[in-house]
Protein backbone atom coordinates (compact mmCIF):
# COMPACT_ATOMS: atom_id res chain seq x y z
CA UNK A 1 0.00 0.00 0.00
CA UNK A 2 1.51 3.56 -0.84
CA UNK A 3 2.77 5.07 2.58
CA UNK A 4 0.56 8.07 2.73
CA UNK A 5 0.35 11.26 5.09
CA UNK A 6 3.45 12.54 7.07
CA UNK A 7 3.54 12.79 10.96
CA UNK A 8 6.14 15.85 12.34
CA UNK A 9 7.53 14.74 16.09
CA UNK A 10 9.61 17.93 17.90
CA UNK A 11 11.78 17.39 20.99
CA UNK A 12 11.16 21.34 21.64
CA UNK A 13 14.06 20.88 24.68
CA UNK A 14 16.53 21.13 21.82
CA UNK A 15 14.29 21.75 18.67
CA UNK A 16 15.24 18.67 16.63
CA UNK A 17 12.77 17.58 14.94
CA UNK A 18 11.63 14.38 12.24
CA UNK A 19 9.19 14.40 9.68
CA UNK A 20 7.81 10.36 9.59
CA UNK A 21 5.55 8.78 6.64
CA UNK A 22 2.51 6.98 7.83
CA UNK A 23 2.66 2.86 6.61
CA UNK A 24 -1.41 2.35 6.01
CA UNK A 25 -2.24 -1.15 5.46
CA UNK A 26 -5.47 -2.81 4.12
CA UNK A 27 -6.98 -2.99 7.49
CA UNK A 28 -6.32 -1.96 10.80
CA UNK A 29 -4.75 1.64 12.50
CA UNK A 30 -1.99 3.44 10.72
CA UNK A 31 1.44 3.09 11.57
CA UNK A 32 4.47 5.93 12.22
CA UNK A 33 7.98 4.46 10.18
CA UNK A 34 10.09 5.36 12.90
CA UNK A 35 13.25 4.36 11.10
CA UNK A 36 14.37 7.94 10.88
CA UNK A 37 13.54 9.17 14.46
CA UNK A 38 17.34 8.26 16.28
CA UNK A 39 19.06 9.68 13.41
CA UNK A 40 16.82 13.04 13.03
CA UNK A 41 15.92 13.67 17.31
CA UNK A 42 18.90 10.81 18.97
CA UNK A 43 15.79 9.61 20.62
CA UNK A 44 14.77 5.67 20.54
CA UNK A 45 11.54 4.87 21.15
CA UNK A 46 10.11 2.94 24.08
CA UNK A 47 7.60 0.74 24.29
CA UNK A 48 8.90 -2.69 25.80
CA UNK A 49 5.68 -5.08 25.89
CA UNK A 50 5.30 -3.54 22.20
CA UNK A 51 1.62 -2.66 23.01
CA UNK A 52 1.85 0.22 20.17
CA UNK A 53 4.63 -1.32 18.18
CA UNK A 54 3.88 -2.99 14.64
CA UNK A 55 7.14 -4.98 14.10
CA UNK A 56 6.83 -5.77 10.07
CA UNK A 57 3.77 -6.27 7.71
CA UNK A 58 2.09 -9.43 7.22
CA UNK A 59 -0.50 -10.38 5.11
CA UNK A 60 -1.81 -13.77 6.56
CA UNK A 61 -4.37 -12.74 9.77
CA UNK A 62 -5.69 -10.09 10.87
CA UNK A 63 -7.44 -9.11 14.22
CA UNK A 64 -9.39 -6.20 15.36
CA UNK A 65 -9.64 -6.45 18.86
CA UNK A 66 -12.40 -4.39 19.74
CA UNK A 67 -14.92 -5.70 17.48
CA UNK A 68 -12.90 -9.44 18.29
CA UNK A 69 -12.61 -10.19 14.57
CA UNK A 70 -9.95 -12.87 13.62
CA UNK A 71 -9.21 -13.32 9.83
CA UNK A 72 -6.79 -15.96 8.20
CA UNK A 73 -6.03 -14.49 4.66
CA UNK A 74 -9.27 -12.50 4.66
CA UNK A 75 -11.35 -15.11 5.80
CA UNK A 76 -13.01 -15.09 9.08
CA UNK A 77 -12.61 -17.50 11.02
CA UNK A 78 -15.74 -18.36 12.41
CA UNK A 79 -16.60 -19.40 8.15
CA UNK A 80 -13.59 -21.44 8.05
CA UNK A 81 -14.27 -23.02 12.02
CA UNK A 82 -17.90 -24.18 9.83
CA UNK A 83 -16.85 -25.04 6.31
CA UNK A 84 -12.95 -25.80 6.25
CA UNK A 85 -10.42 -28.22 7.91
CA UNK A 86 -6.95 -27.81 9.24
CA UNK A 87 -5.00 -28.88 6.11
CA UNK A 88 -6.81 -26.73 4.16
CA UNK A 89 -6.30 -23.80 6.60
CA UNK A 90 -2.78 -24.54 6.91
CA UNK A 91 -2.48 -24.21 2.59
CA UNK A 92 -4.40 -21.21 3.07
CA UNK A 93 -2.06 -19.66 5.41
CA UNK A 94 0.87 -20.66 3.41
CA UNK A 95 0.15 -19.81 -0.23
CA UNK A 96 -2.69 -16.58 0.80
CA UNK A 97 -5.73 -18.83 -1.04
CA UNK A 98 -7.96 -21.82 -0.73
CA UNK A 99 -6.80 -24.50 -2.71
CA UNK A 100 -8.29 -26.08 -5.36
CA UNK A 101 -9.79 -29.76 -5.02
CA UNK A 102 -6.61 -30.85 -7.01
CA UNK A 103 -4.30 -28.39 -4.74
CA UNK A 104 -5.56 -29.38 -2.11
CA UNK A 105 -4.93 -33.16 -3.04
CA UNK A 106 -1.09 -32.73 -3.83
CA UNK A 107 -0.56 -30.53 -0.72
CA UNK A 108 -2.30 -33.46 1.32
CA UNK A 109 -0.33 -36.47 -0.44
CA UNK A 110 2.79 -34.26 0.32
CA UNK A 111 2.18 -34.16 3.59
CA UNK A 112 1.21 -37.78 4.39
CA UNK A 113 4.37 -38.54 2.88
CA UNK A 114 6.28 -36.83 4.92
CA UNK A 115 4.90 -37.49 8.44
CA UNK A 116 7.99 -40.42 9.25
CA UNK A 117 10.21 -39.39 11.42
CA UNK A 118 14.01 -40.41 11.39
CA UNK A 119 14.38 -43.65 13.64
CA UNK A 120 17.55 -42.28 15.03
CA UNK A 121 15.00 -39.26 16.04
CA UNK A 122 13.17 -42.28 18.41
CA UNK A 123 16.61 -42.71 20.49
CA UNK A 124 16.11 -39.09 21.19
CA UNK A 125 13.29 -39.53 23.67
CA UNK A 126 15.02 -42.58 25.61
CA UNK A 127 17.55 -39.30 26.91
CA UNK A 128 14.60 -38.18 28.68
CA UNK A 129 13.31 -39.00 31.96
CA UNK A 130 9.75 -40.50 31.87
CA UNK A 131 8.20 -37.56 34.21
CA UNK A 132 9.95 -34.90 31.11
CA UNK A 133 7.30 -32.30 29.99
CA UNK A 134 6.22 -32.89 26.26
CA UNK A 135 6.33 -29.15 25.27
CA UNK A 136 9.78 -30.06 26.39
CA UNK A 137 10.37 -33.27 24.51
CA UNK A 138 8.84 -31.31 21.48
CA UNK A 139 10.98 -28.47 21.14
CA UNK A 140 14.21 -30.06 22.11
CA UNK A 141 13.04 -33.03 18.93
CA UNK A 142 11.82 -29.98 17.09
CA UNK A 143 15.33 -28.25 17.09
CA UNK A 144 17.06 -31.66 16.69
CA UNK A 145 15.24 -31.90 13.11
CA UNK A 146 17.91 -29.33 12.38
CA UNK A 147 20.68 -31.85 12.72
CA UNK A 148 18.87 -34.05 9.92
CA UNK A 149 18.30 -31.50 7.44
CA UNK A 150 20.81 -29.16 8.01
CA UNK A 151 23.07 -29.21 5.14
CA UNK A 152 20.84 -29.48 1.96
CA UNK A 153 18.95 -26.50 3.64
CA UNK A 154 19.25 -22.74 1.75
CA UNK A 155 16.79 -20.63 3.77
CA UNK A 156 16.90 -18.67 0.62
CA UNK A 157 15.66 -21.28 -1.98
CA UNK A 158 12.02 -20.95 -1.97
CA UNK A 159 11.87 -24.82 -2.86
CA UNK A 160 13.85 -25.89 0.34
CA UNK A 161 11.27 -23.06 2.38
CA UNK A 162 8.44 -25.20 1.14
CA UNK A 163 9.81 -28.40 1.88
CA UNK A 164 10.41 -27.12 5.35
CA UNK A 165 7.14 -26.23 6.21
CA UNK A 166 5.34 -29.61 4.35
CA UNK A 167 8.16 -31.80 6.85
CA UNK A 168 7.09 -29.36 9.79
CA UNK A 169 3.08 -29.24 9.75
CA UNK A 170 3.77 -33.23 8.73
CA UNK A 171 5.85 -34.38 11.46
CA UNK A 172 4.69 -31.99 14.59
CA UNK A 173 1.80 -35.03 15.00
CA UNK A 174 4.06 -37.62 14.94
CA UNK A 175 6.61 -36.06 16.94
CA UNK A 176 3.67 -34.94 20.08
CA UNK A 177 2.75 -38.61 19.76
CA UNK A 178 5.89 -40.12 20.18
CA UNK A 179 6.38 -37.97 23.56
CA UNK A 180 3.63 -38.57 24.50
CA UNK A 181 3.93 -42.59 24.35
CA UNK A 182 7.21 -42.44 25.79
CA UNK A 183 6.23 -40.43 29.03
CA UNK A 184 3.48 -42.95 29.59
CA UNK A 185 5.66 -45.76 28.68
CA UNK A 186 3.74 -46.77 25.48
CA UNK A 187 5.96 -48.21 22.27
CA UNK A 188 5.53 -45.16 19.69
CA UNK A 189 3.25 -46.21 16.56
CA UNK A 190 4.45 -45.17 13.42
CA UNK A 191 2.07 -42.55 11.01
CA UNK A 192 -0.49 -44.91 9.04
CA UNK A 193 -0.94 -42.78 5.39
CA UNK A 194 -4.35 -44.20 4.80
CA UNK A 195 -5.64 -41.75 7.68
CA UNK A 196 -6.51 -38.20 7.49
CA UNK A 197 -4.40 -35.77 9.55
CA UNK A 198 -5.97 -35.24 12.77
CA UNK A 199 -7.28 -39.03 12.86
CA UNK A 200 -3.68 -40.08 12.13
CA UNK A 201 -2.07 -38.00 14.76
CA UNK A 202 -5.19 -39.35 17.08
CA UNK A 203 -4.45 -42.72 16.24
CA UNK A 204 -0.46 -42.41 16.88
CA UNK A 205 -1.71 -40.80 20.74
CA UNK A 206 -3.98 -43.54 21.80
CA UNK A 207 -3.71 -46.83 19.62
CA UNK A 208 -2.30 -49.63 21.68
CA UNK A 209 -0.96 -53.07 19.82
CA UNK A 210 -3.11 -55.23 21.58
CA UNK A 211 -6.62 -54.09 20.13
CA UNK A 212 -7.70 -51.92 17.63
CA UNK A 213 -8.56 -48.51 18.50
CA UNK A 214 -12.32 -47.64 18.48
CA UNK A 215 -12.18 -44.01 17.60
CA UNK A 216 -14.68 -41.54 17.69
CA UNK A 217 -15.15 -39.29 14.55
CA UNK A 218 -16.31 -36.75 17.15
CA UNK A 219 -13.44 -36.85 18.27
CA UNK A 220 -11.49 -35.82 15.00
CA UNK A 221 -13.95 -33.47 14.20
CA UNK A 222 -13.48 -31.74 17.50
CA UNK A 223 -9.60 -31.36 17.31
CA UNK A 224 -9.78 -30.59 13.54
CA UNK A 225 -11.70 -27.62 14.34
CA UNK A 226 -9.22 -26.47 17.53
CA UNK A 227 -6.12 -26.69 15.18
CA UNK A 228 -8.25 -24.60 12.78
CA UNK A 229 -8.84 -21.79 15.70
CA UNK A 230 -4.94 -22.31 16.99
CA UNK A 231 -3.17 -22.20 13.43
CA UNK A 232 -2.24 -18.41 13.40
CA UNK A 233 -2.77 -15.24 15.56
CA UNK A 234 -0.88 -12.53 14.00
CA UNK A 235 2.88 -10.94 15.99
CA UNK A 236 1.71 -12.58 18.72
CA UNK A 237 4.80 -13.82 21.62
CA UNK A 238 5.59 -17.29 20.11
CA UNK A 239 5.12 -15.74 16.39
CA UNK A 240 7.31 -13.07 17.15
CA UNK A 241 10.17 -15.10 18.34
CA UNK A 242 10.22 -17.20 15.42
CA UNK A 243 10.42 -14.14 13.24
CA UNK A 244 12.71 -12.76 15.43
CA UNK A 245 15.31 -16.20 15.01
CA UNK A 246 14.06 -16.36 11.53
CA UNK A 247 15.57 -12.66 10.75
CA UNK A 248 19.25 -13.94 11.78
CA UNK A 249 19.15 -16.37 9.01
CA UNK A 250 18.60 -19.35 11.19
CA UNK A 251 17.13 -22.54 9.72
CA UNK A 252 13.36 -23.09 9.54
CA UNK A 253 13.25 -26.08 12.39
CA UNK A 254 15.31 -23.80 15.04
CA UNK A 255 13.23 -20.95 14.74
CA UNK A 256 10.17 -23.39 14.95
CA UNK A 257 11.54 -24.92 18.32
CA UNK A 258 12.22 -21.42 19.63
CA UNK A 259 8.28 -20.47 18.73
CA UNK A 260 7.49 -24.02 20.82
CA UNK A 261 9.56 -22.69 23.86
CA UNK A 262 7.59 -19.07 23.72
CA UNK A 263 4.34 -20.59 23.66
CA UNK A 264 4.73 -23.22 26.94
CA UNK A 265 4.53 -19.94 29.19
CA UNK A 266 1.76 -19.74 31.27
CA UNK A 267 0.96 -16.29 30.02
CA UNK A 268 0.60 -17.72 26.19
CA UNK A 269 0.12 -21.26 24.91
CA UNK A 270 0.28 -22.45 28.47
CA UNK A 271 -2.77 -21.06 29.76
CA UNK A 272 -4.43 -23.68 28.43
CA UNK A 273 -2.66 -26.14 30.84
CA UNK A 274 -2.70 -23.36 33.59
CA UNK A 275 -6.83 -22.88 32.94
CA UNK A 276 -7.50 -27.01 33.55
CA UNK A 277 -4.96 -26.85 36.60
CA UNK A 278 -7.27 -23.16 38.48
CA UNK A 279 -10.52 -24.94 37.56
CA UNK A 280 -9.47 -28.48 39.51
CA UNK A 281 -8.10 -26.06 42.42
CA UNK A 282 -11.12 -24.03 42.15
CA UNK A 283 -12.87 -27.58 42.37
CA UNK A 284 -16.95 -26.60 42.81
CA UNK A 285 -18.58 -23.65 41.67
CA UNK A 286 -19.15 -22.50 45.34
CA UNK A 287 -15.43 -21.84 45.21
CA UNK A 288 -15.88 -19.54 42.06
CA UNK A 289 -16.29 -16.25 44.27
CA UNK A 290 -13.07 -16.86 46.15
CA UNK A 291 -11.52 -17.19 43.26
CA UNK A 292 -12.83 -14.26 41.48
CA UNK A 293 -11.85 -11.98 45.10
CA UNK A 294 -8.17 -13.76 44.87
CA UNK A 295 -7.34 -12.92 41.18
CA UNK A 296 -8.37 -8.85 41.70
CA UNK A 297 -6.34 -8.70 44.95
CA UNK A 298 -2.85 -7.47 43.78
CA UNK A 299 -1.46 -8.65 46.71
CA UNK A 300 -2.16 -12.45 45.56
CA UNK A 301 -0.46 -13.55 42.19
CA UNK A 302 -3.06 -15.39 41.47
CA UNK A 303 -4.94 -14.93 38.07
CA UNK A 304 -8.02 -16.60 36.91
CA UNK A 305 -6.06 -17.97 33.79
CA UNK A 306 -8.06 -18.22 30.29
CA UNK A 307 -8.59 -14.54 30.80
CA UNK A 308 -7.54 -11.51 29.41
CA UNK A 309 -5.46 -10.37 25.57
CA UNK A 310 -3.21 -7.91 24.95
CA UNK A 311 -5.38 -7.11 21.81
CA UNK A 312 -8.85 -8.78 22.11
CA UNK A 313 -11.25 -6.00 24.44
CA UNK A 314 -13.87 -8.07 23.51
CA UNK A 315 -14.86 -11.52 23.60
CA UNK A 316 -11.90 -13.72 21.37
CA UNK A 317 -13.81 -14.48 18.97
CA UNK A 318 -12.34 -18.26 19.24
CA UNK A 319 -13.72 -18.44 22.81
CA UNK A 320 -17.08 -17.93 21.33
CA UNK A 321 -16.18 -20.74 19.05
CA UNK A 322 -15.24 -23.90 21.41
CA UNK A 323 -17.56 -22.38 24.42
CA UNK A 324 -20.28 -23.50 22.30
CA UNK A 325 -18.10 -26.58 21.07
CA UNK A 326 -17.52 -27.48 24.36
CA UNK A 327 -20.89 -28.11 25.05
CA UNK A 328 -21.85 -30.38 22.04
CA UNK A 329 -18.61 -32.10 21.93
CA UNK A 330 -19.24 -33.26 25.68
CA UNK A 331 -22.52 -34.17 25.22
CA UNK A 332 -21.67 -36.01 21.73
CA UNK A 333 -19.28 -38.22 23.77
CA UNK A 334 -21.57 -38.50 26.67
CA UNK A 335 -18.79 -36.57 28.96
CA UNK A 336 -20.08 -34.82 32.13
CA UNK A 337 -17.45 -32.88 33.48
CA UNK A 338 -18.25 -30.79 36.34
CA UNK A 339 -15.13 -28.68 35.66
CA UNK A 340 -17.21 -27.52 32.80
CA UNK A 341 -19.98 -26.28 35.24
CA UNK A 342 -17.14 -24.30 37.23
CA UNK A 343 -15.81 -22.75 34.07
CA UNK A 344 -19.36 -21.53 33.41
CA UNK A 345 -20.11 -19.90 36.72
CA UNK A 346 -16.55 -18.55 36.65
CA UNK A 347 -16.85 -16.89 33.36
CA UNK A 348 -20.24 -15.87 34.77
CA UNK A 349 -18.81 -14.03 37.90
CA UNK A 350 -16.05 -12.58 35.97
CA UNK A 351 -18.36 -10.97 32.97
CA UNK A 352 -20.41 -9.12 35.82
CA UNK A 353 -17.39 -7.73 38.01
CA UNK A 354 -16.49 -4.19 37.64
CA UNK A 355 -12.69 -5.53 37.83
CA UNK A 356 -13.20 -7.56 35.05
CA UNK A 357 -15.09 -5.10 32.90
CA UNK A 358 -13.59 -2.12 33.56
CA UNK A 359 -9.88 -3.98 32.47
CA UNK A 360 -11.80 -5.54 28.96
CA UNK A 361 -10.70 -9.00 30.54
CA UNK A 362 -12.95 -11.45 28.57
CA UNK A 363 -12.43 -15.14 28.20
CA UNK A 364 -9.60 -16.05 25.45
CA UNK A 365 -8.84 -19.02 23.32
CA UNK A 366 -7.35 -21.36 26.41
CA UNK A 367 -10.49 -20.58 28.46
CA UNK A 368 -12.66 -23.81 27.54
CA UNK A 369 -9.86 -25.56 25.08
CA UNK A 370 -8.92 -27.94 27.99
CA UNK A 371 -11.78 -28.87 28.53
CA UNK A 372 -12.44 -30.49 25.26
CA UNK A 373 -9.06 -32.19 25.30
CA UNK A 374 -9.73 -33.92 28.69
CA UNK A 375 -12.97 -34.82 27.20
CA UNK A 376 -10.86 -36.70 24.12
CA UNK A 377 -8.73 -38.19 26.71
CA UNK A 378 -5.90 -36.19 26.14
CA UNK A 379 -3.67 -35.25 29.36
CA UNK A 380 -2.98 -31.91 30.66
CA UNK A 381 0.54 -31.71 30.09
CA UNK A 382 -0.10 -32.36 26.27
CA UNK A 383 -2.28 -29.18 25.91
CA UNK A 384 0.02 -26.50 24.90
CA UNK A 385 1.44 -29.87 22.49
CA UNK A 386 -1.87 -28.94 20.89
CA UNK A 387 -1.63 -25.29 20.51
CA UNK A 388 1.97 -26.12 19.25
CA UNK A 389 0.81 -28.51 16.28
CA UNK A 390 -1.70 -26.14 14.96
CA UNK A 391 0.16 -23.08 15.40
CA UNK A 392 3.22 -24.88 13.57
CA UNK A 393 0.76 -24.08 10.45
CA UNK A 394 1.05 -19.96 11.35
CA UNK A 395 4.71 -20.26 12.81
CA UNK A 396 6.06 -21.13 9.49
CA UNK A 397 3.56 -19.06 7.12
CA UNK A 398 5.28 -16.05 8.87
CA UNK A 399 9.03 -17.67 8.73
CA UNK A 400 8.22 -17.72 4.85
CA UNK A 401 6.95 -14.63 4.61
CA UNK A 402 9.25 -13.30 5.76
CA UNK A 403 12.19 -14.65 4.08
CA UNK A 404 10.36 -13.33 0.89
CA UNK A 405 10.44 -9.79 1.98
CA UNK A 406 12.79 -7.88 0.06
CA UNK A 407 15.44 -6.04 2.70
CA UNK A 408 14.38 -7.75 5.44
CA UNK A 409 16.51 -7.04 8.19
CA UNK A 410 17.57 -8.59 11.31
CA UNK A 411 15.43 -7.90 14.20
CA UNK A 412 17.85 -5.70 17.10
CA UNK A 413 15.81 -3.42 19.37
CA UNK A 414 17.86 -1.28 21.92
CA UNK A 415 17.09 -0.21 24.76
CA UNK A 416 17.11 2.18 28.13
CA UNK A 417 20.31 1.39 29.70
CA UNK A 418 20.02 2.26 33.73
CA UNK A 419 23.32 0.29 34.51
CA UNK A 420 26.75 2.00 35.94
CA UNK A 421 28.20 5.30 34.82
CA UNK A 422 31.99 4.48 33.12
CA UNK A 423 34.45 3.46 36.49
CA UNK A 424 37.89 2.00 36.62
CA UNK A 425 38.62 -1.59 37.77
CA UNK A 426 39.38 -2.05 41.22
CA UNK A 427 41.95 -4.83 41.99
CA UNK A 428 40.74 -7.53 44.07
CA UNK A 429 42.88 -6.68 47.32
CA UNK A 430 41.21 -3.27 47.20
CA UNK A 431 37.84 -4.21 46.81
C1 LIG B 1 -2.73 -16.52 24.24
O1 LIG B 1 -1.11 -12.62 21.78
C2 LIG B 1 -1.85 -13.57 21.33
O2 LIG B 1 -2.45 -13.49 20.29
C3 LIG B 1 -1.85 -14.82 22.18
C4 LIG B 1 -2.85 -15.90 21.80
C5 LIG B 1 -2.50 -16.54 20.49
O3 LIG B 1 -3.41 -17.12 19.85
O4 LIG B 1 -1.28 -16.56 20.12
O5 LIG B 1 -4.16 -15.36 21.74
C6 LIG B 1 -2.85 -17.02 22.83
O6 LIG B 1 -1.64 -16.41 24.73
C7 LIG B 1 -3.97 -16.09 24.97
C8 LIG B 1 -3.66 -15.52 26.39
C9 LIG B 1 -3.49 -16.69 27.36
N1 LIG B 1 -3.00 -16.22 28.67
C10 LIG B 1 -3.79 -16.27 29.75
O7 LIG B 1 -4.97 -16.61 29.74
C11 LIG B 1 -3.06 -15.88 31.04
C12 LIG B 1 -3.95 -14.93 31.85
N2 LIG B 1 -4.00 -13.63 31.18
C13 LIG B 1 -2.98 -12.71 31.44
O8 LIG B 1 -1.87 -13.00 32.10
C14 LIG B 1 -3.02 -11.44 30.59
O9 LIG B 1 -4.34 -11.09 30.42
C15 LIG B 1 -2.32 -11.50 29.24
C16 LIG B 1 -0.92 -11.98 29.38
C17 LIG B 1 -3.07 -12.42 28.33
C18 LIG B 1 -2.34 -10.11 28.65
O10 LIG B 1 -1.51 -9.33 29.44
P1 LIG B 1 -1.36 -7.75 29.18
O11 LIG B 1 -1.99 -7.33 27.91
O12 LIG B 1 0.07 -7.39 29.40
O13 LIG B 1 -2.27 -7.16 30.30
P2 LIG B 1 -1.76 -6.75 31.73
O14 LIG B 1 -1.01 -7.90 32.33
O15 LIG B 1 -1.09 -5.43 31.62
O16 LIG B 1 -3.15 -6.62 32.51
C19 LIG B 1 -3.89 -5.40 32.47
C20 LIG B 1 -4.65 -5.37 33.81
C21 LIG B 1 -3.73 -5.54 35.01
O17 LIG B 1 -4.37 -4.94 36.11
P3 LIG B 1 -4.03 -3.38 36.51
O18 LIG B 1 -2.51 -3.28 36.55
O19 LIG B 1 -4.65 -2.56 35.40
O20 LIG B 1 -4.69 -3.16 37.84
O21 LIG B 1 -5.55 -6.51 33.85
C22 LIG B 1 -5.16 -7.37 34.92
C23 LIG B 1 -3.73 -7.03 35.25
O22 LIG B 1 -3.44 -7.34 36.62
N3 LIG B 1 -5.28 -8.75 34.39
C24 LIG B 1 -5.79 -9.77 35.07
C25 LIG B 1 -5.77 -10.85 34.17
N4 LIG B 1 -5.23 -10.46 33.02
C26 LIG B 1 -4.92 -9.16 33.16
N5 LIG B 1 -6.29 -9.87 36.33
C27 LIG B 1 -6.76 -11.09 36.69
N6 LIG B 1 -6.78 -12.20 35.88
C28 LIG B 1 -6.28 -12.09 34.61
N7 LIG B 1 -6.29 -13.15 33.82
Redesign the pocket.
Known amino acids: MPDAKIVKLTDESNNRSSELPLVTGTLGPSCIDLGTLYRDTGHFTYDP?Y?STASTRSAITY?DGDEGVLLYRGYPIEQLAEHSNFLEVSYLLLNGELPKQAEFAAFEHQITHHTMMHESLKNFFQGFHHNAHPMAMLAASVASLSAFYHDDLDVDNPDDRRLAAIRLIAKMPTIAAAAYRYSIGWPMRYPRNNLEYVTRFLHMMFEVPSEPLMLNPVAAKALDLLFIL?A????????STVRLVGSTGANPYASIAAGITA?WG???????E??LKMLEEIGTPDKVETAVRR??D?NDN???????????KNF?P?ARIIREMCHKVLAELGVNDPLLDVAMKLEEAALKDD??VE?K?YP????YSGIIYKALGIPTEMFTVM?AIA?TAGWIAHWIEQHETPGARIGRPRQVYTGAVPRDFIPAAKR
Open positions: GGIHDHEQNASTLPAHGGANAVAKKFRLMGFGHRVYDRYFRLNVDFFR
